[in-house]
């Protein structure tokens, strides 16, 4: 139904900057949020960000200032502007899209994830 595709991972030492992106394509709901999503090895998934269609933003409060989400409704894209990144940033990070239905999340979708790597 509906398809995400991450770019933009990578290496990158510790203090640099990385710019994730994601095009969704199918049945895209005018009313959806997407986001961010990462999971480290061994830890639990985690929120990073994401962004509504009007484009209402939410953060972790560990990438508070750090990091900034973005979307083009017209591209049907999100991005994830990295700035500077700290080893604890690496892991796994996918993109997510929920689609709403009278306001409220009604369909999942998940891109395939792409590796983050932060080095000192």
């Known amino acids: 139904q509906v398809q995400l595709v991450e770019s933009g991972g990578g290496l990158v030492q510790a203090g640099g900057s990385l710019r994730l992106s994601c095009a969704a394509s199918?049945?895209?709901?005018?009313?959806?949020?997407m986001g961010w999503y990462r999971q480290a090895p061994g830890k639990q998934r985690e929120l990073v960000a994401n962004?509504?269609?009007?484009?209402?933003?939410n953060y972790a409060d560990s990438v508070k200032g750090r990091f900034t989400i973005s979307r083009d409704n017209a591209k049907n894209t999100v991005s994830l502007q990295m700035n500077t990144l700290k080893p604890e940033d690496t892991a796994v990070y996918y993109c997510?899209?929920?689609?709403?239905?009278?306001?409220?999340?009604?369909?999942?979708?998940w891109g395939q994830g792409t590796q983050v790597t932060v080095s000192s």
């Open positions: 962004i509504r269609s009007g484009g209402t933003t």
């Open positions: 997510n899209m929920k689609a709403l239905r009278l306001g409220v999340p009604w369909r999942d979708y």
């Open positions: 199918g049945s895209i709901s005018s009313f959806n949020i």
